[in-house]
């Protein structure tokens, strides 16, 4: 009995805050999201028949030329991040595996843009890619004028100047992360391969990183759910009728519509797909990529 | 979801040596000295010219925006920190963070301890429960969220933040703390017990004091994921009552650089400013966040 009130006050807090801020505000999305809501939104308006649609808030959102872009900008920042951004950071990892000197404090600076808060890394490169700002005066300086753009504001290029902030923003941490990883790759296998005529490269294309591969599993999921829950950096770099036009995530178009838009029972819609689609990627990825290095880590549970 | 419970599980272990398997490419150590120091400045380049930004005049950066200042000028910061417009939302930043560590750390460790030692009928259930809570991001439930806190009153408050932040921070939470407070043998909790001691005794005297690691690693991702937070402080504060002195830094940045965007030079000191706590916390933190990615991936 004691046992059972120690329990109790123990993960009573827990379970509260938990069930009602994160499982219950996920169940309402669903439900709000059949219904056609005020801005001011009251319980009673759920009870109300007149605003209960069905799935019409979905079929709007489907039928909407600038959602499935939204969609398609999220997929396409997730490829590119993986294609460039993967490739850059286990280069970087493989090079800087070694003694040197400073590696340390290049560790440091190396992940000085992970540390800042996106929207204030965001609003820097804001300065930096102005018209007037420091980024096309380098390029003047270095003789480059010809490569001028107006970075943020051309709906042409804005979606991958904006690539290219994240990729700066999280390089860092995935080369860090990289770095980790090969600690845990035994040093006596290159050693031995080195002893048998294999040259650096050999090494590390047949043995280092097919070892690193768990890492790099890891790094890319989670790479994967960010870009597609992308919001703060799309939101305060790009100005909203270029993201409009080319930059919209499906977070910066919920938010959106939803909150500033006043119509919290489509924003909800929104929020339902962008649930499922961060679900079915999570899901499918963990079921052919993660598997193996996951066996046994969750699915027994606690003991 | 689960991917980022092995990423987090990692017990603290004691370090590696590191594999240094280039050792015998000397004729490559200039080059990799070339990458370390392109990827370097890559990394800390714009960070270094907002920081220089900042200690310029408006003027002097529109006439040569890549220039370094001339004159130096300090009168940018001085207006900045002489304003209690930046330490009001300091203050902020402070508070949310702090209330979102402190409510963390303490719900958190409480039920982890619960689910790592005791024996009752659904504790894989629950332990299931909270890592499912992974795959809940904030972003589906901000909406409902904001809507929740209008109807509780919490809307346009600093609790209206924290309390959402604690519950969002609990999954990691307790899938980091509950490998940690099982790892401590059973022994000292029965030595414990022989000499008279409750659970709950045992909890504060024995438990707590020996899970220290844990709770600062899991107390510095809590604070610095409030700190760096903008989606949930966007729809609940900046669209409530709350003068934007006493927005949070992230939030009171972007209204600065909005409010000011003529006048780049202030902008800049206030967002160069802006970086200071982050950057100072991480130099402090570095061995916790740095070596808690490195326990993770060997895990």
Known sequence: ?303 | MTATSTITTGTPRSKLPPAMVGRRFDWGQPFVYLIALVVAAIAVGPVIYVFLGGFRTTADLNADPAGLPDPWTLQNWAEVLGAPRFWGNVLASVILAAGTTAGVVVVGIMAAFVIARYDFRGREGLYTLFTAGLMFPLTVAALPLTLMLRTMGLHGTYLGVIIPSIAFALPTTIIILVPFLRAIPEELEEAAAIDGTTRIGFFWRILLPLSMPGLVTVGVLAFVGSWNGYLLPLLVISTGTLPQELWPLPLGVTQFSTQYSQDTAAVLAYTSLAMIPALAFFLAAEKRIVGGLQGAVKG
């Open chain 1, 1 to 303: 009995m004691r046992q059972r009130i120690e329990i109790a006050l123990l993960v009573g807090p827990a379970l509260v805050l938990f069930l009602g801020f994160v499982i219950l505000p996920v169940l309402l999305a669903a439900v709000y999201s059949l219904y056609n809501l005020p801005p001011a939104f009251r319980w009673e308006h759920l009870a109300d028949p007149e605003r209960f649609v069905g799935i019409a808030n979905y079929e709007r959102a489907i039928g909407n030329p600038e959602f499935i872009r939204a969609i398609g900008n999220n997929f396409v920042i997730l490829a590119l991040s993986l294609v460039i951004q993967g490739p850059i950071a286990i280069g970087v990892a493989l090079l800087l595996n070694r003694r040197m000197r400073g590696r340390g404090v290049l560790r440091l600076m190396i992940f000085v843009p992970y540390v800042l808060a996106e929207v204030i890394a965001g609003l820097s490169w804001k300065l930096l890619l102005q018209p007037q700002g420091g980024v096309n005066a380098a390029l003047e300086a270095l003789g480059l004028g010809f490569l001028q753009r107006n970075w943020l504001a051309d709906p042409d290029i804005a979606l991958w100047t904006l690539f290219a902030i994240l990729t700066w923003k999280y390089v860092g941490f995935a080369i860090i992360l990289m770095l980790a990883g090969l600690q845990g790759v035994p040093e006596e296998l290159s050693e031995a391969a080195a002893i048998d005529g294999a040259s650096w490269w050999q090494i590390q294309r047949h043995i280092t990183i097919p070892l690193l591969g768990p890492t790099i599993r890891i790094w890319a999921f989670l790479s994967m759910i960010g870009a597609l829950q992308l919001f703060d950096m799309v939101w305060v770099t790009v100005a909203p009728t270029v993201r409009g036009m080319a930059t919209e995530t499906m977070a910066t178009y919920m938010v959106q519509q939803g909150s500033f838009g006043g119509q919290p029972g489509f924003g909800s819609a929104i929020a339902v797909i962008l649930f499922l689609i961060s679900l079915t990627v999570a899901l499918v990825y963990q079921r052919f990529a993660l598997r193996r290095d996951l066996a046994g880590s969750i699915t027994r549970g606690v003991r």
